[in-house]
């Protein structure tokens, strides 16, 4: 369960989240989305957060919960719970607000929120091309049918968190 940090007003359930952006879209405002697990903060995520921030006036990060983290990366993960890893994210000045989901993918969280731009990383482009691959990116449809855009962020090589991992147990091995 998702708590509420008292000196972070920007961690979010979803309906409060729905409500804050339709006053910031109201405003004039252009609102950015992004999801994922988001275990062991590295540079890959901070500069892939950065960009996305880039894009627009507000930076919404989706936070896939502990249960849909442990289905999309296995039972291992993630090490640092939801809790944790929302507050550390929503700390970033980059970031505007964060919300979890405990969905497998944040079609829902996407539908509700209606971003006027869903950022993913590069790794997610189809073989070939700079273009998305639809069929790992459930998410861009609804944004793409309510009239918003989905755009990559180049993927920063040798960083992400299972890279991250191998080398801290190659390093220190299985037993720490």
């Given at each position: 369960?998702?708590?509420?940090?008292?000196?972070?007003?920007?961690?979010?359930?979803?309906s409060?989240?729905?409500?804050?952006?339709?006053?910031?879209?109201?405003?004039?405002?252009f609102v950015v989305f992004t999801n994922g697990c988001f275990d062991l903060l590295h540079l890959g995520h901070v500069r892939?957060?950065?960009?996305?921030?880039?894009?627009?006036?507000?930076?919404?990060v989706g936070l896939n919960s502990d249960a849909s983290t442990r289905l999309l990366k296995g039972p291992k993960r993630p090490l640092v719970t939801e809790n944790?890893?929302?507050?550390?994210?929503?700390?970033?000045?980059?970031?505007?607000?964060?919300?979890?989901?405990?969905?497998?993918?944040?079609?829902?969280?996407?539908?509700?929120?209606?971003?006027?731009?869903?950022?993913?990383?590069?790794?997610?482009?189809?073989?070939?091309?700079p273009v998305f691959d639809a069929a790992r990116l459930p998410e861009a449809a609804p944004v793409l049918a309510a009239g918003g855009q989905v755009r990559l962020i180049p993927y920063l090589s040798g960083h992400s968190t299972s890279e991250l991992i191998e080398r801290i147990v190659r390093r220190f091995g299985a037993g720490g």
């Open positions: 369960m998702m708590i509420q940090h008292p000196t972070l007003p920007n961690i979010q359930d979803r409060s989240l729905a409500a804050i952006l339709r006053e910031r879209q109201a405003a004039g405002q892939y957060l950065q960009a996305a921030r880039a894009l627009g006036d507000v930076l919404v944790e890893r929302a507050e550390v994210l929503a700390a970033l000045a980059c970031v505007d607000y964060v919300t979890i989901f405990e969905e497998p993918t944040a079609v829902a969280l996407v539908e509700l929120l209606r971003p006027d731009v869903y950022v993913k990383g590069g790794d997610y482009a189809a073989p070939g091309g």
